[in-house]
């Protein structure tokens, strides 16, 4: 008694159908397709705009590292290994 039976959805469609009509219900839907297509070119868009800042940020903060300074050892240069542990002063 509470559910709709196959006649009753086909007698609802052909109401639907003669309210709005072939063209308004197609219409409907394009316009419900250029706002769903609207809505992905815009996320495609924040996201585009996040990678943009995310690529500058990394350009940015690939220009403000210190110069390291310190001079290189050769791989000829003798490095005195640490003395033993029993030889350590106390």
């Given at each position: 008694?509470?559910?709709?039976?196959?006649i009753h959805?086909?007698?609802?469609?052909?109401?639907?159908?003669?309210?709005?009509?072939?063209?308004?219900?197609?219409?409907?839907?394009?316009?419900?397709?250029?706002?769903?297509?609207?809505?992905?070119?815009?996320?495609?868009?924040?996201?585009?705009?996040?990678?943009?800042?995310?690529?500058?940020?990394?350009?940015?903060?690939?220009?403000?590292?210190?110069?390291?300074v310190t001079?290189?050892?050769?791989?000829?240069?003798?490095?005195?290994?640490?003395?033993?542990?029993?030889?350590?002063?106390?």
């Open positions: 008694m509470g559910s709709f039976s196959l959805w086909i007698i609802l469609g052909i109401v639907i159908l003669l309210l709005f009509g072939g063209n308004r219900f197609s219409a409907m839907m394009g316009d419900v397709a250029k706002g769903l297509k609207s809505f992905k070119s815009g996320m495609a868009d924040d996201d585009e705009e996040a990678k943009r800042r995310l690529e500058e940020q990394r350009r940015l903060n690939m220009q403000e590292r210190p110069i390291d001079p290189n050892r050769h791989a000829q240069d003798p490095v005195a290994p640490p003395p033993p542990v029993d030889q350590q002063p106390r």
